[in-house]
């Protein structure tokens, strides 16, 4: 039609020329300005993640979808250099059905024969590289979570029969039995004693996403607990959680350093032991330095960890290193000194070992 006005075409892609008319002056920068700013709060409805439905046709993602186990899935992501994530287990397991294509214009994510261990989010974004270093364009990501439904499988299933989470009073813990079917009805209950945990949607929250969501841990909170699932036949039950309160210091690892023997004689066998107390989940990487090292004297070093109960319901992770001298000599005598280093920090400890 003669004199339909531009806008009635396609929306615009972000970052694309906007049309100008030419038939009077305008200021270029403010509409500009504004139209960048709308590109980027809308970042969720400009998203760069399709699905392939028929030949030649192509569906923008929600924020949720749910497909049937047992059906295949292509997913397009727009750009020339893209970066995907979706569930871990797939890359753990090397799992065949999983294919990813960078094209020319485009990246493609095919999962073949899905079943409902393959539930979860699946993501893309474009990466911006200068020379080797690279990182994340914000402005141009797609996200969403897939449920494949499966009657027979209502709980995503997992590797393992029991899991530990840690209850730690900083932040929210998570008991993590997400369900295939976002409709079905889910319930938490502690085995001793027998009884079902109220969920008052405040402290106690479910999310079909992520599982039940403990917003303030306590010790009350502690046990031995799992999730029942109901939607339109038997109810199923997941797998145990033990829930372990946790309560120790943020910050570098609290460590000690103990001597088998602060005077050895030649020949003797000299142990030196490095401990750390901290957070159950808290990794600890230790180094040492000692008196033979630039000499390449040969040590033994070993570590280790293990849960202790420290009562009231508390729970610590013990790492130890453990480095040995089976045959001591004069090149051994010095400091002996050990370096442990968590995400928070790193701390040194030294002790000393004469003749």
């Given at each position: 039609v003669?004199g339909?006005p531009?806008?009635?075409?396609?929306?615009?892609?972000?970052?694309?020329?906007?049309?100008?008319?030419i038939?009077?002056?305008?200021?270029p920068?403010?509409?500009?300005?504004?139209?960048?700013?709308?590109?980027?709060?809308?970042?969720?409805?400009q998203?760069?993640?399709t699905?392939?439905?028929d030949?030649?046709?192509?569906?923008?993602?929600?924020?949720?979808?749910s497909?049937?186990a047992g059906?295949?899935?292509e997913l397009r992501c727009?750009?020339?250099?893209?970066?995907?994530?979706?569930?871990?287990?797939?890359?753990?397991?090397?799992?065949?059905?999983?294919?990813?294509?960078?094209?020319d214009?485009?990246?493609?994510l095919i999962?073949?024969?899905?079943?409902a261990?393959?539930?979860?989010?699946?993501s893309?974004w474009?990466?911006?590289c200068?020379?080797?270093?690279?990182?994340?364009?914000?402005t141009?990501?797609?996200s969403?979570?897939?449920?494949f439904?499966?009657k027979e499988?209502l709980?995503v299933p997992?590797?393992?029969y029991?899991?530990i989470?840690?209850l730690?009073?900083?932040?929210?813990?998570?008991i993590p039995c997400?369900v295939t079917?976002?409709?079905?009805k889910?319930t938490?209950?502690?085995?001793?004693?027998?009884?079902?945990?109220?969920?008052?949607?405040?402290?106690i929250?479910?999310?079909a996403?992520k599982?039940?969501?403990?917003q303030?841990p306590?010790p009350?909170?502690?046990?031995?607990?799992?999730?029942k699932a109901?939607s339109?036949?038997?109810?199923?039950?997941?797998?145990?959680?033990h829930?372990?309160?946790?309560?120790?210091?943020k910050?570098?690892?609290?460590?000690?350093?103990?001597?088998s023997?602060?005077?050895?004689?030649l020949?003797?066998?000299?142990?030196v032991?490095c401990?750390?107390l901290?957070?159950?989940d808290?990794?600890?990487?230790?180094?040492w330095?000692?008196?033979?090292?630039?000499?390449?004297?040969?040590?033994?070093i070993q570590?280790f960890?293990?849960?202790?109960?420290?009562?009231?319901?508390?729970t610590?992770?013990?790492?130890?290193?453990?480095?040995l001298?089976?045959d001591?000599?004069?090149i051994d005598?010095?400091?002996?000194?050990?370096?442990?280093?968590?995400?928070?920090g790193e701390?040194?400890v030294?002790?000393?070992v004469e003749?």
């Amino acid at each position: 039609v003669i004199g339909q006005p531009v806008k009635s075409k396609r929306p615009k892609e972000p970052g694309e020329n906007k049309i100008k008319p030419i038939n009077k002056k305008v200021k270029p920068k403010t509409p500009r300005m504004k139209e960048r700013e709308s590109a980027d709060s809308s970042l969720k409805s400009q998203s760069i993640l399709t699905q392939v439905m028929d030949k030649g046709h192509f569906q923008k993602l929600a924020a949720t979808l749910s497909l049937a186990a047992g059906q295949s899935i292509e997913l397009r992501c727009k750009g020339s250099n893209v970066t995907w994530n979706y569930p871990s287990y797939l890359d753990t397991f090397k799992d065949s059905r999983l294919s990813i294509k960078q094209l020319d214009r485009y990246s493609q994510l095919i999962l073949a024969n899905s079943t409902a261990a393959d539930t979860g989010e699946y993501s893309c974004w474009l990466q911006l590289c200068s020379g080797n270093k690279c990182r994340k364009d914000e402005t141009k990501t797609g996200s969403t979570y897939i449920f494949f439904t499966d009657k027979e499988e209502l709980f995503v299933p997992t590797p393992s029969y029991f899991e530990i989470v840690y209850l730690n009073p900083d932040k929210p813990a998570v008991i993590p039995c997400r369900v295939t079917t976002p409709s079905a009805k889910v319930t938490l209950h502690r085995e001793f004693p027998a009884e079902e945990i109220e969920i008052d949607g405040t402290d106690i929250i479910y999310d079909a996403k992520k599982g039940f969501v403990f917003q303030h841990p306590t010790p009350d909170h502690k046990g031995i607990v799992y999730c029942k699932a109901e939607s339109q036949g038997a109810p199923q039950i997941s797998i145990k959680y033990h829930l372990l309160y946790v309560e120790v210091p943020k910050g570098p690892p609290s460590t000690t350093i103990a001597v088998s023997s602060s005077r050895a004689g030649l020949g003797d066998r000299v142990h030196v032991i490095c401990t750390v107390l901290g957070e159950p989940d808290v990794d600890v990487n230790f180094r040492w330095q000692y008196p033979g090292q630039e000499s390449e004297r040969p040590v033994i070093i070993q570590n280790f960890w293990r849960l202790i109960n420290r009562g009231i319901g508390h729970t610590t992770r013990i790492s130890k290193s453990v480095l040995l001298v089976e045959d001591f000599e004069d090149i051994d005598v010095g400091n002996y000194v050990c370096i442990a280093q968590n995400l928070q920090g790193e701390t040194t400890v030294a002790t000393k070992v004469e003749l």
